[in-house]
């Protein structure tokens, strides 16, 4: 801390000790008790030196092209995140497994990454059904029908390195899609697979 900050700092307490002192005064009239409380305010208000605030991740849904800026220190809201992950071909959403947000903060803070792209969150069984006909692979009962599961791949980071990562975290089923160049992670049993 340089000796201006701390100047600075030294003045802005004893200023804010002062002028809240000068508010608990009953003998002073009221209107200079009233200036010496918002002398206190705006003195507490002065900025502290500290540690840099963590970086923000962004998210962004390949689909809805939405953007989202997560504070890894302060996770959004579940219903902000449910919407977020929300089904794009029915715009319907559903409570989404807490854990998936924290995976996808872990990943850009372990590749040193700011954005994380979803390919898939929460997919409403008919847009399931609808993908099955097409012959897509998705499961009949697939984790993302019960809002379990997350596609998401990392610009930058391969993703047979984002697969090593996710099956490191033992946190249920990850699957490989390198065509697709994406990855796959549940809340499920734990299990491994690789698709197109």
């Known amino acids: 801390m340089t000796w201006r900050v701390g100047a600075a700092l030294l003045l802005a307490a004893s200023t804010a000790h002062a002028a809240a002192g000068d508010a608990a005064d009953v003998s002073k ?53 449910d919407r977020f992950l929300r089904d794009h071909y029915t715009n319907k959403s559903m409570h989404m497994e807490p854990r998936l947000v924290h995976v996808l903060v872990a990943a850009a803070a372990h590749f040193h990454q700011p954005e994380v792209h979803i390919v898939s ?23 993302h029908t019960h809002g379990n599961a997350c596609d998401f791949f990392l610009p930058h980071v391969t993703t047979r390195a984002l697969h090593a990562w996710a099956k490191d975290q033992k946190l249920g089923g990850v699957g490989l899609y390198l065509d697709s160049g994406f990855v796959h992670m549940d809340t499920g049993a734990v299990r491994y697979w690789s698709g197109d």
């Open 121 to 143: 969150g929460f997919r409403h069984p008919k847009f399931n059904l609808v993908l099955r006909k097409k012959g897509h692979q998705v499961a009949r009962d697939s984790q």
């Open 29 to 81: 009239p009221k209107k200079d008790r009233a200036r010496a409380t918002k002398a206190a305010k705006h003195a507490r208000a002065l900025p502290v030196a500290g540690a840099h605030a963590a970086p923000l991740v962004d998210l962004y849904n390949e689909h809805t092209h939405e953007w989202l800026a997560v504070d890894p220190t302060a996770l959004p809201s579940a219903p902000t995140m």
